[in-house]
């Protein structure tokens, strides 16, 4: 069985022109490029010191986005309201991991967010609690 074709909602008025191999001595189009600057413009300059967050330290927000902050700031607030890791907060807002460092260590040092290190669990669990388990269960 295959799958349903999706459709445009609006049709386009006139067909895409087709790609044209590159020619010698030119690079092939690419596609939309991101603005560098728009990212300096997020961190600020970078002479701060940043907090040491891993990919998976969990984030937790304690406040609303007060008016002051920046709309990432704010986003992150919003989204933090469950603890979220840095690796999922920087792809729900399409930002470089370093980008959401920087603005971690803003908030942590605002006391508005709080990073934890992740639970942990060990490889094997407990041979006393497992057999108690299975004791009750038995039970039943």
């Known amino acids: 069985m295959t799958p349903p074709q999706r459709r445009r ?3 386009k008025a006139s067909p895409e022109p087709a790609p044209q191999p590159p020619q010698e001595g030119r690079h092939p ?8 600057e728009r990212l300096y413009v997020i ?12 990919l998976v330290t969990l984030i937790v927000a304690h406040a ?39 603005l971690l260590t803003e908030l942590l040092t605002a006391e508005l967010v709080t990073a934890r290190a992740p639970v942990i669990r060990q490889a094997l669990a ?12 038995q039970r039943l």
């Open 29 to 36: 189009p690419e596609g939309p490029k991101k603005n560098p």
């Open 126 to 137: 407990d041979r006393s609690l497992l057999e108690a388990v299975m004791h009750g269960l």
């Open 43 to 54: 961190t600020g300059p970078d002479g701060a010191e940043r907090s040491e967050l891993d």
């Open 9 to 11: 909602r609006f049709p």
């Open 64 to 102: 609303d986005p007060p008016p002051s902050a920046t709309p990432e700031q704010a986003a992150l607030l919003r989204l933090c309201t469950a603890p979220l890791s840095v690796a999922e907060l920087s792809a729900y807002l399409s930002l470089p991991f370093s980008v959401v460092t920087v």
